[in-house]
């Protein structure tokens, strides 16, 4: 089964930016996507399509993907951006999504 | 606006069944792939079941096979997932998700998501 390796958690500054990365072999050709839980609520999707951000999800989120790492850039951190950012690919062998273990983002 | 509201969920016995709900509304219900997405505490995603929008495909994950039944009913814009066998590792917050594909192969990733209902499975 397909992994997908995140760091449990990455700390930042409000203005500040931030980098959550997403390890996975041959990721360079997988489409890569980003979701955004706060405690207590559903996922929200913010980045698709490795850099495709849905209606409604502010310009400061990004995402980059590159060789065997895929990146979410949230800049100008706000203090309501704390929260857990998930990646998720395609398992094309299962034909199924596979999500990462998460990373908490906390705005000090 | 796309809403998703599960139900169903409760604490259940090793062994027991539950039938979660997920009624969906905000956009035309039959023309989408649909999934259940687990998650148990202070864990990651994982994903369970999902449905083409016809209702004519079914795709399981591997630990649920052959407990979990996915279904649909696209005259009432409603999703189910019938658990059988419950065990302990089944405990989690189910997830009702929108894909946004019609078809779940290539559906590559859930647009929208319900606020989940939690299954707890103990003695």
């Known amino acids: 089964s397909f992994v997908l390796t995140q760091p449990p958690s990455v700390s930042v500054a409000p203005g500040q930016t931030a980098r959550l990365t997403c390890g996975g072999h041959?990721?360079?050709?997988?489409?890569v996507h980003w979701y955004q839980q706060k405690p207590g609520q559903a996922p929200v999707l913010v980045v698709y399509?490795?850099?495709d951000r849905p209606s409604g999800i502010p310009e400061r989120f990004s995402g980059s993907n590159s060789g065997n790492t895929a990146t979410l850039t949230i800049t100008r951190v706000a203090v309501e951006d704390e929260a857990v950012y998930s990646c998720?690919?395609?398992?094309?062998?299962?034909?199924?999504?596979?999500f990462g273990g998460g990373t908490k983002l906390t705005v000090l | 606006e796309v809403q998703l509201l599960e139900s169903g969920g409760g604490l259940v016995q090793p062994g027991g069944s539950l039938r979660l709900s997920c009624v969906a509304s905000?956009?035309?219900?039959?023309?989408?792939?649909m999934g259940w997405v687990r998650q148990a505490p202070g864990q990651g995603l994982e994903w369970v079941s999902a449905?083409?929008?016809?209702?004519?495909?079914?795709y399981y994950a591997d630990s649920v096979k052959g407990r979990f039944t996915i279904s649909r009913d696209n005259s009432k814009n409603m999703l189910f997932l019938q658990l059988h066998s419950l065990r302990a590792e089944d405990r989690a917050v189910y997830f009702c998700?929108?894909?946004?594909?019609?078809?779940?192969?290539?559906?590559?990733?859930?647009?929208?998501w319900g606020p989940g209902t939690l299954v707890a499975v103990s003695s």
């Open positions: 041959i990721f360079g050709r997988r489409s």
């Open positions: 998720q690919v395609w398992d094309t062998t299962g034909d199924h999504p596979v």
């Open positions: 449905i083409s929008g016809s209702g004519g495909g079914t």
């Open positions: 399509d490795d850099s």
């Open positions: 905000g956009f035309t219900f039959r023309d989408f792939a």
């Open positions: 998700a929108k894909s946004p594909q019609g078809g779940w192969y290539g559906s590559e990733f859930f647009d929208s």
